[in-house]
């Protein structure tokens, strides 16, 4: 019953733009923390955003001023705008909710992928 849904993935050349949303029911959307991860190939998932239910925000540092984070809780949909993407930013994105009691849901995963 519980789905978070990435959509918004793609190729993009490196310097362009992409959002990626996650739509998500089955749960009570504003008690939930929302985040953004990734993993790219060869490499670990990674932290890329997080945002709380009162609307506090963490970046990971690789896209602080780049990346934007944010939550519409009437639509129970958490974005991530991305901007002036890097090759390196290349990944399979995962949108993520916690609940305080720290249960997790993840998504499935949505690739983005930034030509050179």
């Known amino acids: 019953q519980v789905q978070l849904v990435e959509s918004g993935g793609g190729l993009v050349q490196s310097g362009g733009s992409l959002r990626v949303s996650c739509a998500v029911s089955?749960?009570?959307?504003?008690?939930?923390?929302m985040g953004w991860y990734r993993q790219a190939p060869g490499k670990q998932r990674e932290l890329v955003a997080t945002?709380?239910?009162?609307?506090?925000?963490n970046y990971a540092d690789s896209v602080k001023g780049r990346f934007t984070i944010s939550r519409d809780d009437a639509k129970s949909t958490v974005y991530l705008q991305m901007n002036n993407l890097k090759p390196d930013d290349t990944a399979v994105y995962y949108c993520?909710?916690?609940?305080?009691?720290?249960?997790?849901?993840w998504g499935q995963g949505i690739q983005v992928t930034v030509s050179s």
């Open positions: 993520n909710g916690q609940h305080p009691a720290r249960y997790e849901f």
């Open positions: 089955g749960i009570s959307f504003t008690y939930y923390a």
């Open positions: 945002i709380t239910r009162a609307g506090s925000i």
